[in-house]
């Protein structure tokens, strides 16, 4: 059972890994996503990556739900920042 912490932190966790969503949709929409890093997405994913692993050797289901979304996310924004630059 899911105590009301847990679900606090399930929900914490979605709120801010929604926070990419205007990024993705203003990417989406004006295909341009220059001033992304890469620098700052690929050490952010890393960090989120070792939240992950960490989350799921405690078993909290809150830290694996938001570092899940959290990678899915920024890896959709690398994803287009690499699809989306122009081709020289």
Known sequence: MITFWELWGIIAGMITASSFIPQI?????????????YYLNVFFMLG???WLVYGIVVGSIAIIVANILGLAFNGILIFMKYKYQPKV
């Open 25 to 37: 949709a203003k990417g989406y929409k004006t295909k341009r996503l220059d001033d992304l890093s």
């Open 48 to 50: 989120l990556s070792m």
